[in-house]
């Protein structure tokens, strides 16, 4: 019987009903409380659902029903990482990976928790890895850029934007990001350019410029008008 139910649910998550899908999967663990796929599923509905405590709940539920689920720790890590728990999130991912060491979402965030921790030359490598499997993966190249900006190196950063603007030119994201790095370098009319990009795809940028202090030079520019 949860069978059906968990089918129904996975057809609700995947239409983006996702009230509906949690109460689905709560059903279907009514019947079978002890079907890790349907805890972490259930933890990934909350997640997206912004429920990150019961989302970590209901990955632990499944680790604990199934000690080796990979994507179950992956999942538990990620959400740690929402809840500014870096360390606990680095121990988490790094146990998704000795369990599945090709899982480039765990390889992704534990490159992201080794940036949050500072640990910038630990964190290279993890993006580094992933580019190698998948040169399209615009995600890494995009959070190799920001890694090499914080630790000084303009000139790799800019470089490696750039390699990701060229997998996708309508992320406002890597353009402002690009933005914030040519004006580091001291390049006021490349970082003018790379902002007006940033705002042909997102309106919304001009309030970052205004809120982000590392923008100063660029927050009386024509473009936020």
Not at 79 to 95: F, I, K, P, Y
Request: proline share 3%; hydrophobic share 40%; glycine share 8%.
């Amino acid at each position: 019987m949860s069978e059906e139910i968990l089918k129904e649910a996975a057809a609700l998550e995947k239409h983006g009903h996702l009230e509906q899908a949690l109460n689905s999967y709560g059903r279907a663990l009514e019947v079978e409380p002890g079907n890790p796929e349907a805890w972490c599923s259930k933890g990934r509905v909350q997640s997206r659902l912004e429920d990150f405590n019961e989302a970590l709940k209901s990955y632990e539920q499944a680790i604990a029903l199934k000690p080796d689920f990979a994507r179950a720790w992956c999942n538990k890590g990620i959400v740690l990482q929402v809840l500014d728990r870096d360390e606990e999130a680095l121990e988490a991912l790094e146990r998704a990976l000795q369990l599945d060491p090709d899982c480039a979402e765990a390889w992704y965030n534990k490159g992201l928790a080794l940036r949050d921790l500072g640990r910038f030359q630990e964190a290279l490598p993890c993006f580094d890895r992933i580019i190698a499997a998948n040169p399209k993966n615009v995600d890494a190249w995009f959070s190799k850029g920001v890694t090499l900006r914080l630790m000084g190196d303009l000139a790799g950063s800019a470089e490696t934007l750039v390699r990701a603007l060229d997998i996708d030119r309508e992320d406002g994201d890597i353009w402002y990001e690009l933005a914030k790095v040519r004006l580091a370098a001291g390049d006021a009319s490349g970082a003018e350019q790379a902002l007006g990009k940033a705002v042909e795809q997102d309106e919304d940028v001009k309030e970052r410029v205004l809120e982000d202090e590392e923008m100063q030079g660029l927050q009386g520019s024509a473009l936020l008008k």
